[in-house]
């Protein structure tokens, strides 16, 4: 078993730059590849930025068009924290994050954090 905490997230300006923690614990040596997913309201669920490793180096990153060039998904010096450095927000980037480890693609993980709220106001 993996848990995820999600924390980081709050109510900021359009422009604005907000970074998303992500601890995990349990299992975490046996996961190489962990992401970021959002909902808001109303909306489904979808794929925000994936980051994948071998033997503890990072070898791909992949984002969603949406928000590429603007986030940037990283892992911690410790290998357990997984962050996620949002720069100039949009109020269409309000919504749940949600951090996932175990992905296969962009729409299936297997572990899920209980999310944190991210609002952006214009």
């Known amino acids: 078993q993996v848990q995820l905490v999600e924390s980081g997230g709050g109510l900021v300006q359009a422009g604005d730059s907000l970074r998303l923690s992500c601890a995990a614990s349990?299992?975490?040596?046996?996961?190489?590849?962990m992401g970021w997913f959002r909902q808001a309201t109303g909306n489904e669920r979808e794929f925000v930025a994936r980051?994948?490793?071998?033997?503890?180096?990072?070898?791909?990153?992949d984002y969603a068009d949406s928000v590429n060039g603007r986030f940037t998904i990283s892992r911690g010096s410790a290998k357990t924290t997984l962050y996620l450095q949002m720069s100039s927000l949009k109020p269409e980037d309000t919504a749940v994050y949600y951090c996932?480890?175990?992905?296969?693609?962009?729409?299936?993980?297997?572990?899920w954090g209980q999310g944190t709220q991210v609002t952006v106001s214009s």
């Open positions: 349990g299992r975490t040596l046996r996961t190489s590849t």
């Open positions: 980051l994948s490793w071998r033997s503890g180096i990072t070898y791909y990153a």
């Open positions: 996932a480890a175990d992905c296969a693609d962009r729409r299936t993980c297997v572990y």
